[in-house]
């Protein structure tokens, strides 16, 4: 019996063993494909190109991107604050309209006409990326409606990708004022541990059992500006809406539904977008105490 018993304790002990050497095995085996995958990491995802999808109907603020502020169109202001990043190897416009066109190719920057049938800024990026005539390994979709984005930011959210090969997309979040807790307007963010999202909502989250915002809890705002391995945009374009990101009205929650990964940075930032015409006079005070050209 006590042979039995300790033959059974061997072959379990050796069952052990396989198991962690598989998994040693494997992990080994992940990492150096990995390592081989980033090629050095220099060359893994290094060409970049910026892409601002601009449309001129909207339902809450029609022809948002040729509004003025301190004298020029917001979507020259938002070109010209994206040209300033490092890792971008060239920055277009992504349009439906003539209007906008014709304004951008007046300050100098370069367009590419898309189909109205674009759902979203995404899809947009999408048919740019198909039309310019270079390829890019990741596409930055930059917020028309953000004129004081700052080019680190756009150069972070890039790094991260080139960074996190098992992820397809990257985002920034920044502190939340607990006074946009409540505003759908200001998209809300829940990351994981690894820096990986969870979940982008436009209610509060986490949601508390009192029913109001935490004055303590470190919410984070989403920011709008994504980026994405160039290969896995086409594939986005090519997925079915889903159900909660038409519920949300969310795009990038169609990439956490099937099952892809995002990776997110914090950043210091005093989130800035132009999403009603009241806040182009928000805008317009801010760069006046702050002397902004």
């Not at 494909?33 to 001129?56: C, Q």
């Amino acid at each position: 019996m006590s042979l039995s018993s300790s033959s059974s304790s061997s072959s379990s002990s050796q069952k052990t063993w396989i198991v962690h050497g598989i998994l040693a095995g494997t992990a080994i085996a992940a990492a150096i494909g990995a390592r081989a995958y980033l090629g050095g990491s220099r060359k893994f995802r290094s060409r970049v190109v910026g892409i601002i999808p601009a449309r001129y109907a909207s339902s809450r603020f029609e022809g948002k991107p040729l509004v003025k502020i301190l004298g020029k169109p917001m979507i020259q202001r938002t070109w010209e604050r994206s040209k300033l990043a490092s890792t971008l190897d060239h920055v277009v416009v992504a349009t439906d309209d003539e209007r906008i066109a014709d304004c951008c190719r007046g300050f100098g920057a370069d367009v590419i006409m898309t189909s109205e049938s674009c759902r979203n800024g995404t899809e947009r990026c999408n048919e740019a990326l198909e039309k310019l005539e270079k390829k890019y390994d990741v596409v930055v979709n930059i917020q028309g409606d953000e004129p004081l984005i700052e080019p680190e930011i756009i150069d972070g959210v890039v790094k991260a990708l080139q960074l996190a090969p098992d992820a397809v997309f990257s985002t920034a979040v920044t502190s939340l004022k607990p006074e946009d807790g409540l505003d759908p307007n200001r998209v809300k963010c829940v990351v994981d541990n690894r820096g990986y999202a969870i979940y982008f909502s436009r209610g509060l989250i986490p949601y508390n059992k009192s029913g109001k915002v935490n004055s303590d809890f470190p919410y984070m705002l989403h920011l709008g500006i994504q980026s994405f391995d160039s290969k896995f945009l086409k594939v986005y374009s090519e997925l079915q809406p889903t159900p909660l990101q038409l519920e949300e009205d969310l795009e990038q929650l169609k990439v956490l539904e099937n099952g892809y990964r995002m990776k997110v940075i914090k950043v210091d930032h005093e989130a800035h977008g132009v999403d009603t015409p009241d806040d182009v006079e928000k805008i317009e005070s801010l760069m006046r105490e702050r002397n902004l050209p």
